[in-house]
């Protein structure tokens, strides 16, 4: 039996026509390590026809007969936790206890969406004395989800649970790196009783399976997650075609820390922010706003605190080399654009090395227009920035192309709402860092996106509205 990992399409294995195939690399050692089949526009057409086909029996489902199968499916999830995080280990490098949790997060998608599948109702207008109107809300029908390899059955799962909570069926691509645990996911709704068609898995390339997908005629809504560029790209088709689209791309997030802040606390979230998933996270706190009087201070916490933080179990390796050349590049940008090492840099890693770890690193600069204060990196990079007002902090953070998330870390409740008001982004922490919690709307502004994922918000973008008016005389 080949290893070859298969598109999922009606319930059935099936490979590309043409025999097509990628083969990625392990991240830890770089020997390869999955073979795909790498679809095209006949697998895409496959796919699309076995959702289009499923979608009246799933739309005409009980609602909650959908809801059962999917809370079985977040408790298969739990149950296969070990082995679904082994996947995605063997795929990232991922630390183990960061691939467990992001799994445990999937199967609270599941759960969430299961219990709000009586939801998308509709609600009664008042018009006339002779009319009955009322709203219902419906699923769309054959929904295109594309996924990065950041995070990769959490993504899935974060965009899946609620348009399957609202009746549509699914065709999604994930990315070509990190293909293993989407493929897991679709057995585990074969299991669980999930009709064949509501779910399908078509692998491979973005240029090519990605973009058929989003342009065929029977995909009637995309959730996309991943770059500005590519997202640009996909809103564009989805423009031309006039179907709704939700983009969840990148982000350059601030963490802004008062002087009167719990300092201990602002320094561990602060640490976290940046190297969780070794920074490869939209949300990631990659610009540290620190108040000038508590400077010196706090930044000698923060790079304590990082310096503890070791390779392989702390921080895994950027997930391809392609990913480690490119943050290495802005580390060999940091010198030319004057910044200060406070931590890391490009000293610190090597061309020659087994495996793409970068460790985390810390640039002090003034210059908050540079290139690495500005740019997303996708790496453990931390750019630190000092302010001296509230309104500096607050020109500073919304003086970039991105509005994913913002942190801000004051005791003062006043100053803490008067600059989370402020902010233009589509999220605030305050005193915390992400949560990552399914019920709140998660989602950006500027070039982070549009439309909202988790939390009743998601649920509204997989339905469309439709009014009834009935003349009662
Ligand atoms: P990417 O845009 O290159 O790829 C994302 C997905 O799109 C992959 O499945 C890829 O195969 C597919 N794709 C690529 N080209 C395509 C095309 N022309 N048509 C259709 N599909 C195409 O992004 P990436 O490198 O996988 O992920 C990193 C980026 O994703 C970062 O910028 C990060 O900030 C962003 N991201 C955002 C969120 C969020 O929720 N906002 C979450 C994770 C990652």
Known sequence: MSDKLLHWIDNEQVDSADGASVTTHSPVTGEPMTTLASGGEREVSLAVAAASAAAPLWRNTDAKQRGRLLHALSVAIRENSQSLADDEIA????????????????ADYFEYYAALVHLPAGEVIN??????????????????????WNVPLNQAARACAPALAAGNTVVIKPAEVTSRTTIRLAKLMGEVGIPAGVFNVVLGKGSVAGDALVRQDAVRKVAFTGSVGVGRLIGKIAADRIIPVTLELGGKSANIVFADADLDA????????????????????????????????FLAKVVEQARTLSLGSDVGPLITRDQYLKVQEHLNLAPTEHAETLLGGIGA????????????????????NSRIAT????????????FESDEEAIRITNDSDYGLIAGVWTRDISRALTVARSLEVGQVFVNTWSTGAVETPFG????????????????????QLKCVVIATV
């Open 91 to 106: 795929e990232t490098g991922k630390p183990r206890s960061t691939a467990l949790s992001e799994i445990a997060n999937s």
């Open 127 to 148: 018009t006339k004395a002779t009319e009955h109107t009322f709203t219902i809300r419906e699923p769309i029908g054959v929904v295109a989800v594309i996924t990065p």
């Open 266 to 297: 602002a320094a561990s979230e602060t640490v976290r922010a940046f190297t969780s998933n070794a920074g490869q996270v939209c949300s990631a706190g990659t610009r540290l706003l620190v108040q000038s009087s508590i400077r010196e201070e």
């Open 349 to 368: 890693t090597s061309d020659n090395a087994v495996g793409n770890y970068i460790p985390p690193t810390i640039y002090a600069t003034q210059n908050s």
């Open 375 to 386: 740019e997303e990196i996708f790496g453990p990079v931390l750019v630190a920035i000092t």
């Open 444 to 463: 950006g502004v500027k070039e982070s996106g549009y439309g909202r994922e988790k939390g009743i918000e998601a649920l509204h973008h997989y339905t």
